[in-house]
């Protein structure tokens, strides 16, 4: 049974860090890239940042770059994702993501990241 839990999400003030974590089982996560997505009411979900299955290489959407850092320890069955310097337009459901492309896609349940004063 294939799982992706996600966790750290919660409510930090304006220029805060977080450091969201997704737990992998059920498939072999280290032939997965991973990514983060995200989705605000009433916006489309986005890609916030992805990771190749080896951890060489990352990339990220416009708006984090700089504030938000993805990582992956494949001994762990673990992806994160660093985030800092935290806006209030960074409040949405994030969520974790498993591509291959030759297997179907996989997510998480989402965490919820509210920043606000």
């Known amino acids: 049974q294939v799982q992706l839990v996600e966790s750290g999400g919660g409510l930090v003030q304006p220029g805060g860090s977080l450091r969201l974590s997704c737990v992998a089982s059920g498939f072999t996560f280290r032939t997965y890239g991973m990514n983060w997505y995200r989705q605000a009411p009433g916006k489309e979900r986005e890609l916030v940042a992805g990771?190749?299955?080896?951890?060489?290489?990352?990339n990220y959407a416009d708006s984090v770059k700089g504030r938000f850092t993805i990582a992956r320890d494949n001994a762990k069955n673990t992806v994160y994702l660093q985030m800092s310097k935290l806006k209030p337009e960074d409040s949405a459901v994030y969520y974790c993501?498993?591509?291959?492309?030759?297997?179907?896609?996989?997510w998480g349940q989402g965490t919820q990241v509210t920043v606000s004063s």
């Open positions: 990771i190749i299955s080896t951890g060489a290489v990352t």
């Open positions: 993501n498993a591509a291959s492309p030759w297997a179907d896609d996989y």
